[in-house]
């Protein structure tokens, strides 16, 4: 004979010639030899030394265990006293009752939609986010739900779980809030065959994300090209001269132009300017020599009017002090001033008579 001691949290089974006898729980035990004891943990799963259905024929061991059976197309959360603790995937479980309080949700994961009840932190759980897939449409965003191809609806700001599985997923998200786009280096020709290089650029919106997304390919290149013909066709239609002298009307004009095929875009287009305007070398050595000429012209103007006022100003101070001579002496004692300014010392000698031997001095006979 041979003795055991079952533990308070242990069970044992007694085996004889391979066959399930009795179930023992706590105490101490005395067995014949040919009796197999197993001794169970009851805090841990239970893993069966034979085919599990044999020994559930056992009605009292029965009764102690919890059998789990997750599918190939399932999953099951297991909660240990109501915490998250696994997630059982294809196979048989058993676990013992009592001692540990378990909770088991089945999902099926065949499905693409997440209709359990589990919430997000539920679904971000490092064991569970294996299993799902997540998609953010953040809150400046829309998006299209494709499943297998086909289009499902569509999807405001929020976040979307999914299972994850042998369905195929696809979420197309557009940006609705204004954006700009750069249109640099298109070289052009004017009318008159000169090529001009510009830089351009154009303020944009997605307003109906289902034209944009599901009627449309590329639609971003697609209004590129657009705006792009528009404004060749704007150029192709000036000289150079003319263009120069009415790039002020351009934006106007192309903001017209592309309105109608934006709107078949799902795009609202609300500005468009020009950046640079860079003329070819030789274009530009003559601008420069036109602009030169042309100030030259302006200032040689100005010096000519200035003069003609200088000349009228003088001859109007003429007139007065011929007619004045009280102004006459004035004016003469202002140019000794002036003249007495720029020299250190005079000497003269005379009869007192200072003045007029200053202006026999100064004055060219």
Do not use: C
């Amino acid at each position: 004979m041979k003795n055991v001691k079952v533990k308070a949290y242990e069970l044992g089974l007694v085996f004889k010639n391979g066959a399930l006898k009795e179930v023992f729980k706590e105490g101490n035990y005395w067995f014949w030899k040919g009796e197999e004891v197993r001794i169970y943990n009851t805090t841990l799963e239970f893993f069966a030394p034979m085919e599990l259905n044999i020994l559930l024929q056992h009605n009292e061991l029965a009764s102690l265990l919890e059998v789990v059976e997750v599918k190939d197309t399932e999953v099951v959360l297991q909660y240990v006293n109501g915490l998250l603790n696994a997630v059982l995937t294809t196979g048989r479980y058993a676990f013992w009752k009592g001692v540990v309080n378990y909770a088991f949700i089945k999902a099926d994961i065949s499905k693409a939609e997440i209709t359990e009840d589990l919430n997000r932190a539920v679904l971000s759980n490092k064991l569970v986010a294996p299993f799902v897939r997540t998609v953010t449409v953040e809150s400046y965003e829309k998006a299209v739900l494709f499943m297998d191809g086909n289009y499902i609806g569509m999807l405001e700001s929020g976040v979307y779980s999914w299972w994850k599985n042998s369905i195929n997923i696809f979420v197309g998200k557009a940006d609705l809030r204004q954006q700009q786009m750069e249109i640099n280096g298109q070289e052009i020709l004017t009318r008159d065959k000169a090529a001009l290089r510009m830089n351009a650029w154009a303020q944009y919106k997605v307003v109906d994300i289902e034209k944009a997304l599901l009627q449309n390919k590329e639609y971003e290149r697609q209004l590129y090209i657009t705006i792009q013909l528009a404004l060749r066709e704007y150029v192709a239609g000036f000289s150079l001269d003319e263009l120069l002298e009415k790039k002020e009307s351009l934006a106007p004009f192309i903001l017209e132009r592309v309105q109608s095929s934006a709107a078949a875009l799902g795009v609202e287009v609300s500005g468009f300017g020009i950046r640079d305007i860079i003329l070819p070398g030789d274009v530009k050595e003559i601008m420069n020599q036109v602009l030169v000429a042309e100030k030259r012209a302006q200032a040689n103007t100005i010096m000519r009017r200035e003069e003609t006022a200088s000349t009228r100003s003088l001859l109007n101070t003429a007139k007065l002090m011929e007619e004045n001579a009280m102004l006459w002496k004035l004016k003469e004692m202002e140019y000794v001033e002036k003249i007495a300014d720029k020299i250190s010392s005079i000497s003269v000698s005379g009869n007192g008579k200072l003045v007029e031997q200053l202006k026999e001095i100064f004055t060219p006979k």
